[in-house]
């Protein structure tokens, strides 16, 4: 595995307010004398990434049931290796590729980001993974391709999910391609430094940390570029409440709730609702933006 140290990046470039934190840190932390130093410095920013118990049992993932420990107590049936992603469409090595191949290729980083679940919970995850844009780099983008389609793995025989038609399966997500390219978005592969478990989409999911969680698809076996807006599980499930953008926006409320404030998960007793920032804090993606209504293209 290649490791790319970006130390020389400001907080701008990875993550909002410093949150980047590298190997060394996440490695000290799991032999106990560094957590302190994640903590504390997350901390500083009022952020204590949640534990690893709080990350890995309070799920959505569907395809194993709609309860929050659905994930944690079905997804070990998924078999996750060996595993392959089918990367098709407007690009110029086409194929199956293997995820250790990919992996072999990809370099790896430490990022904690903001999750913020369109349900108005929170939670603050350390995750290792790689940059999309290493991996579209990778495959050779044509220039007629504007966005990228996603797909979930469909295993009847290993996800009793499925059997309930409460999603159009299998799971799918888009993103535009500027999105798919912004430094934030990666492919994440682990989660405290170790294997992403499968109830967190193992083995790799994408994670955009402005956008609400569910943009965020698991457990990938398949990524198109096209020259069209893919369709999306929950917008084809219910287009009145969940938009192509999904960007997360305390100003645009969910018809059936606000989205103004959050509560964040593990905060204990005395934990309050926070007050949700407009991109979940990432600033640095508004420009992405500019010029369109995010009221009309929530
Ligand atoms: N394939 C698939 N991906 C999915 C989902 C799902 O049901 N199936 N749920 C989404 C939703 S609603 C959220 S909030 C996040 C939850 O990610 P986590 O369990 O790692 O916190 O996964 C997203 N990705
Ligand atoms: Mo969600």
Known sequence: MAFRWKNDLTAKDVTPKNLYVNRRQIMAGLSGLGLASIGGRAAAEGLEPNSYEEITSYNNFYEFGTGKGDPAENAHMLTTSPWSVEIDGLVDKPGTYDFQEIMSNMTIEERIYRFRCVEAWSMVIPWQGFELADLLDMVGV?????YLAFQTALRPEEMPGVRYA???W??????????????????ATGIYDQPIPNQNGAPLRLVVPWK?????????VRITATDQEPPTSWNK???????FYSNVNPN????RWSQATERRIGGGLFASRQDTLMFNGYDEVASLYEGMDLAKNF
């Open 142 to 146: 044509q220039p007629g391709a504007k």
């Open 166 to 168: 409460v999603l159009d």
């Open 170 to 187: 299998p799971y799918v997500e888009g993103l535009r391609l500027d999105e798919a390219r912004h430094p934030l978005t990666i492919m």
């Open 212 to 220: 609400y969680g569910f943009k965020s698809i698991k457990s990938i």
């Open 237 to 243: 499930a219910n287009a009145g409440e969940y938009g």
């Open 252 to 255: 645009v409320d969910h018809p």
